[in-house]
């Protein structure tokens, strides 16, 4: 079996996007997705992403874990297929589309997509950290000198230990000298630190509010693969009309065949 795949990349977070609408790709085996996401042994990705049709929005996306596994929301996966949508001629500047958490909107604007993420009810304070679900679950703790930080070893630990084996991703995060905040990120699924991830700055843009640490509500974050901006509104501790806002680039093209 052949197929077409492109590769994408939002912040340094990569993928395999595929064009599933014919419903061909064998998305129930997880060990080809898994192969397929590595870096050594396959095309290597963060994730395996495919567009699929839905009957009631523009297109329906389908995301994997390096794993394998079919997981929660990815924003910038989510990004990235948008992209990927208005290069297949899909959808035009503006879509609308369903994923694992519900409906998404987007805009893009040359190579900068922004992507309204699911509202966030609740901020749940942890000891020193916070948790919440931005279509993704998230633990976000402040930390001191990020750079040298362990997050693999420290996020592996907080993401078994603290949230056993279904897990949460874990940010560690440090203000910045642009009034900004820096993020380093341990995902699930990837069991290892990714250069950004879309859901995981979310949370961090509203955990800083919720902290105090901001009295913005369009805050811009660093990942260690380039900067992503969440602007939001906030009522009674519920956000709402988040958008989740940076580049999503094509990479390049390749068939696959197994």
């Not at 929005?57 to 990815?74: H, L, P, V």
């Not at 056993?164 to 990120?185: A, D, H, M, Q, Y």
């Not at 811009?220 to 989740?244: C, K, M, P, Q």
Request: glycine share 12%; with cysteine; aromatic share 10%.
């Amino acid at each position: 079996m052949e197929y077409t795949f492109y590769k994408y990349q939002g912040t340094g977070n990569d993928f395999v996007m595929i064009d599933n609408r014919n419903n061909q790709f064998p998305k129930d085996n997880v060990e080809l997705i898994a192969k397929l996401c590595n870096r050594r042994f396959g095309v290597g990705a963060d994730g395996l992403i495919l567009l699929e049709n839905d009957e009631n929005t523009d297109f329906k996306m389908m995301y994997f874990n390096a794993d394998g596994r079919e997981s929660s929301m990815c924003g910038n996966g989510g990004r990235c297929i948008v992209a990927f949508a208005h290069f297949l001629g899909v959808i035009g500047k503006e879509t609308i589309f369903v994923a694992v958490d519900g409906v998404h909107e987007a805009i893009i604007e040359n190579d900068v997509i922004s992507l309204k993420m699911v509202n966030v009810h609740e901020v749940k304070e942890k000891g020193d950290a916070l948790f919440m679900n931005t279509g993704s679950p998230h633990h976000v703790q402040l930390v001191n000198e990020l750079k040298s930080f362990n997050v693999v070893k420290e996020g592996a630990r907080l993401r078994y230990g603290v949230y056993g084996e279904k897990g949460s991703n874990i940010n560690f995060v440090e203000k910045n000298e642009l009034g900004g905040f820096n993020i380093r990120t341990y995902e699930r699924g990837v069991e290892d630190e990714t250069l950004s991830c879309g859901t995981g700055v979310t949370a961090v843009a509203l955990g800083m509010y919720h902290l105090g640490r901001t009295n913005e509500n369009k805050v811009r974050v660093r990942a260690l693969g380039g900067h992503l901006e969440v602007t939001f509104d906030v009522n009674n501790g519920v956000y709402s009309n988040i958008f989740l806002k940076g580049e999503a680039k094509q990479v390049f093209k390749g068939e696959l065949s197994w």
